[in-house]
């Protein structure tokens, strides 16, 4: 075993071992133990008013068998879900892959390289329904600034994007990347700032440059962020609507709907609240699963990266 | 000592806490005078004040207080859903385009009955307007007024006349029959395309055949059911009727006539997937020459510019049906209705009553600019503002929501409608046709099939 791949292994021995459990109130007695009940009592009233109640009130809402029937007698219904396993597969991993080769270049010391990171943010820091809504005019296909642009540059008319169902998944899937790629860029970046210094040394040390750095040094430390912020993701993805509903509004004929913007329609459109609960629901068994899997990893990575 | 003065402050500070949860209740139960009105924000500042001001009046007249929250109108359709899915209700809520809500709920007995309300100005009301108010309660049993209806709104042409001139042509020519009067914009757009670059995308028009926003879509779709003789799809008694042949044939017609202008080339590519605002915004930007959406609201967002609003506007009521003889304009009643569970009925009931009084009433609609019509034809024939020729719109709005015939919308005959509407079903057809290259009939029979099972669903037995 190589200088390098000992210290992570030792760094991950330490970091990762998990604290001696001292029950449920950690240890904490008397006056001390009242006083941190008085302070954890509105969190915990917070917590239940909104947070557990809402659940509740959403799980008895979507309860009855009927409701799935209805659902599941919905001819949109089987789409929706195909389309919302596309948006969050493609929509996930394929930024959260560019992200991490992302960092490679935001890590980089240079000044402009710093100077670009702000840009780079910015579409992070704008409000996400202008942006959409903008994106939508821009693929408009007679008079958007795309086409427009290519009429005007290369003298082409180009398609109607969103009159296609996969240009507008497409467009969807292209936009929430757009949005929530320097997010996911800035939390990968500073996971791998903080990989210590001395690995690398150490890896210089056994001659480890480049590309075998990486990948014995950046690729295992990492691994752990980087499978925690795609769970994360993930969970945000399943209930993303925004994207849909203001790019491609789940047209044309519906065929770009995602769960949550189903969801949405049957609930204030038909108005039936609990069919689009029970549309949401019906991700549980997915969602679920995912945010035990989080629940864990972010358990057993306590200080690790 | 410390510990002893601790627990105190913590138990009197628990007590404070648990005293305020439990005083809540007291404080949200409002005085008897007193009740929560949530209203949808006008789509034109005046609409804001002339509510304001109806309010204010009923304050100083009747001693009551209403506590009054105006909201855009789709944060009040979702607000208004959530509080009576939630039952944490305010006492009257007051909406421009209640069709989402109001079916399901007076359907789930959610809604409080109104009809006495409504008796007091029944005999004032067009019988399109009392149509619109009234639902089937599926827990009673009987179908009763639940809206109490003060505004109306109808679908007119808009057309920019300007560019209607600019090709050569006269509105005065404009043909009157339903088909034959959307075929007049295929040449105004041919010749405008030949007056050079500018004009290379411009398009005649704007058909909503859209299957992203249901509202317009549907609505479009129904007024080509009633023009080519389809308009008992639904009747008042609920019952859907797509087995009567002059049901089919008026759907057959109307969606290959649709689907025709579009793979024509006279209506935008894109109208397949327009959002609601999107019809707006091309009409205002004069990428086409003529829209047919609801209300005043296109021509009265343009207001302030003079030039539009007064020289290149013109807005045009129904044609005849193709049978030639008149059409009827379907229109939409808001107003106020008052979910179960409200806890000053009497004070939302008495506020209403106020407010459907011709004169109140009359008074409030002016005051918004005529962006809805009165639900009373008599308000119309006695104020000469509706018909007067001081705008260049009013009048010709008001003959077709008040004066010209009219019937009501199908989503209060039976809540599966909405349902219908919700799936767009009829310009999902049109799409089959256009982009899958179904035929007419099969696009026709695939919709038919749909609507029947969602209406099978629906029991009035």
Redesign the interface.
Known sequence: MSTTQQAVAIGRGLIGRRPVRRGWFGGVH??DY??AI?FA?PYAAIFLAFVVYPIC?GIW?GSSLALYQ?LF????YLMTVANTLIYVGIGVNLKLFVAFLLTGFFIRKSWWTKALLVVFILPWATPALPAYISI?WFL????GLLNSALYDMFNIDGP?Y??DRWM?LSANIGAYIWKTLPFWTVILLAGRMSVPQELYEAAAVDGATGLRRFKHVTLPLMANLYLVCTLLDMVFALGDFNSTFFV???????STEVLATLGI??????????LGVATVMSALPVLLPLVILLMRKLRMSEGQL | MSIVSRRLLLTGSLGAVAAGTLSRPYIANAAAGTATVWATQGFVPAEDEAFRKTVADYEKLSGNKIELSSMPFMALNQKSISALTSGDVPDLIFHDAPTTILPQNAWNDKLVDVSDVVETQKSKMTESSLLNSSFYNSVTKQRSYYLCCVKQGATPFHIWGDLVEKAGFKLSDVPKTWDKYWEFFKPVQTELRKLGSQYRKIYGIGLQITTVGPNDSTNLFNHFMIANGGKDIVTSDGKLHTADPAVRAAAEHSVNFMTGLYKDGFVPPEALSWNDADDNNGYHEKLFVMDFDGTLSTELASIKNEQAYWHEMVVMGLPNGNDGKPMPMQTGAGGGFIPKGAKNVAVAKDFMKYFMQPDVLNENLKGGLGRWVPPMVQIVKDDPFWLSSNDPFRKVYVEEGTLGPTIANYYGYNPAYGQVAAEQLWTQACAEVIKNGATVQAAVDKAFKRAEEIFAKVSFS
Do not use: K
Request: proline share 8%; glycine share 18%; aromatic share 12%.
């Open positions: 008397g006056a009242v006083w008085a009592l009130f809402m209805e007698s919905d001819p949109r939508h408009s296909g007679t008079w109607i969103l009159n507008g491609s509004g789940g047209g044309p004929a519906m329609r049957y609930a204030f459109t038909l108005g039936v609240p609990n």
